[in-house]
């Protein structure tokens, strides 16, 4: 049957994943997330011709179909399966089976096995976007681009918030997959869908500090208590907070781990004397992290590895993740928690987490804590204090060639200030890079989404500098990729019209030379290259 995915910056020899997923999805897996991406793309079809605004709960199950097919996301065919299922049916129930859709039968799919579902996903791939290559690597851009959008809009959908002119976009771009469009105008889609990211991640910015408070510096442990522990890794904040409230007075202590360590950065998380530290690294690390960590482990997102046998029996997953024989947390009823008992009982007869490290993380500087700074950020920068400022934001990942990143931190000069976000921060969140005039080196922001606050840090700055255009500014950009949100931001700062950024490790495979050609001679996009080069370079404002 075999495979072709190649939506992540580490498959199989740059040139795709064609039997087994570097993920560690297998072929089934991969053939079944074709299907459900198909599949929404037929509901896509059929909300368009849908007399007046699509409905809202069309919006949102398209997020969580396109979520579940996020890299490391959801490897439970059954639960695929039943995604297929529910997108096929709302589907139906939008067109009536009346309606003959471009490249989708919906008599023959409604109704499927699992098995017929994997033979009919021979012809539904990334391969069947286009016979002509420059065409399927904009659509592939766009589609992943929109994978990352549906991940941030269904967290910003789990605290109640929505954008329903993102939820619109979601049909105008996942029809237009279906179609023989002009490179032109694929290529303004791709401007368009970085225009809808950075709605999406203003819409879960807004979500997040409204309903927790604006991040606030803080400085969190990596060690550990001596009591037994639950470590709770993924993106999802409305988990975070079910999670504080059912373990408070339990005797069990919370950790954070990767893209949850931002969690501590909220006032009101900070109340819970047993939320404690963090613990581990990256994502890619946890399957050392978590054995060594002895207590249950709750993924509520995407960046799930292989799971080991050693904590198997300890590993639960909830909201779009999963995993084949994980036991997962059911959704919650409306106004209502997940239920994280079996969690906190089995915490209560583990030994407590095992030290791997013992130090301290500083972090909290989103936008509102940055602009509250802003007469110290601006006089530094005019006094000669602060010379540049470089986002390094994004994601880490497995291969050597990321060490770049910590290289590059390592070397910048003592005037230069690091931005960032996402996990690409634990390649040098942990080095001691110090302080200037008491602005610490490396600003943290949070999760990969808080990308958003560099953002806005930045065109603050373009205002009380007084500058016409961002890219005027002494900041550079030299971000690292891994999976689909990181297109998704990627897009996002294309559409603000910033220009120059480093790419790495290596510039996205489904890229031909003919599109990267493009958004080079339109964006300036570069690949890294040697750290000296490129400290040179970005210290020059190249």
């Known amino acids: ?45 059929a909300a368009e011709q849908q007399p007046g605004s699509l409905a809202r709960h069309v919006g949102q199950l398209v997020s969580e179909s396109l979520f579940v097919t996020v890299t490391n996301t959801n490897f439970d065919e ?85 954008d329903d002119e993102i939820y619109a976009f979601y049909v105008k771009g996942l029809a237009a997959l279906t179609k023989e469009l002009s490179a032109e105008e694929f290529t303004a889609l791709v401007l368009e869908t970085g225009g ?5 991640m203003a819409l879960l910015d807004r979500a997040n500090t409204e309903t927790y408070g604006h991040p606030e510096i803080t400085t969190v442990k990596t060690g550990v208590g001596t009591n037994p522990g639950i470590l709770i890794s993924g993106h999802d904040l409305r988990d975070m907070e079910d999670l504080l409230r059912q373990t408070e007075g339990s005797g069990v202590d919370v950790y954070t781990h990767c893209e949850m360590l931002p969690a501590h950065y909220y006032p009101a998380f900070k109340k819970y004397a047993h939320f404690v530290g963090n613990y581990g690294g990256a994502w890619w690390a946890q399957d050392k ?70 130090g301290t993380i500083v972090g909290g ?40 990143y910590t290289n590059v931190a390592a070397a910048l000069p003592d005037d230069t200030i690091i931005l960032t976000a996402g ?40 205002e009380v500098f007084g500058l016409e255009d961002i890219n005027d500014l002494p900041i550079s950009f030299d971000i690292a990729w891994y999976e689909q949100k990181a297109v998704t931001v990627l897009l996002a700062l294309l559409y603000l019209g910033i220009k120059g950024i480093r790419l790495g490790p290596t510039l996205p495979e489904f890229l031909t030379p003919n599109v990267a050609a493009v958004l080079v001679e339109k964006f300036g996009i570069k690949p890294i290259g040697t750290v000296e080069a490129d400290i040179e370079a970005m210290m020059a404002g190249a």
Not at 7 to 30: F, L, M, N, W, Y
Not at 132 to 138: C, V
Not at 196 to 200: D, E, N, Y
Not at 447 to 453: G, R
Request: overall charge neutral; hydrophobic content about 40%.
């Open 1 to 45: 049957m075999g495979m072709s995915c190649n939506q992540c910056q580490e498959s199989i020899h740059g040139t795709g994943c064609t039997v087994r997923g570097v993920c560690g999805k297998d072929e089934p897996t991969a053939r079944l997330q074709d299907v459900l991406v198909y599949a929404t793309e037929g509901l896509a079809l």
């Open 78 to 162: 059954d639960a695929i399966v039943l995604q297929i299922r529910k997108t096929l049916a709302l589907r139906d129930e939008l067109n009536g089976l009346l309606v003959s859709l471009p490249a989708h039968d919906a008599a023959q799919w409604s109704g499927s096995t699992k098995e017929e579902f994997l033979e009919k996903a021979v012809a539904v791939g990334i391969e069947s976007l286009s016979e002509n290559e420059d065409l399927r690597s904009l659509k592939s851009l766009v589609l992943y681009g929109i994978k990352g959008l549906a991940a941030y809009t269904d967290h910003a959908a789990v605290l109640g918030y929505h």
């Open 196 to 200: 809808a990211a950075v709605k999406a």
């Open 289 to 358: 992290e978590f054995d060594s960590f002895n207590g249950p482990i709750l993924m509520t997102t995407n960046c799930i590895v292989p799971v080991r046998e050693v904590y198997r029996n300890r590993m639960f997953t909830t909201g779009m993740a999963g995993y084949p024989g994980l036991k997962h947390i059911s959704a919650r009823a409306e106004g209502g928690e997940k239920d994280f008992s079996v969690l906190v009982e089995l915490a209560k007869s583990c030994a407590p987490p095992k030290e791997i490290e013992n």
């Open 365 to 404: 500087f989103a936008h509102n804590q940055v602009l509250a700074l802003a007469d110290k950020v601006v006089a530094a920068v005019k006094s000669g204090a602060i010379k540049r400022f470089v986002v390094m934001a994004g994601c880490d990942g497995r291969h050597a060639s990321r060490n770049y």
């Open 423 to 462: 996990c690409a921060k634990y390649r040098y969140n942990k080095l001691q890079l110090g302080d200037i005039g008491g602005i610490p080196r490396v600003l943290d922001a949070g999760q990969c989404n808080d990308s958003y606050s560099l953002a806005v840090i930045a065109l603050k700055l373009k």
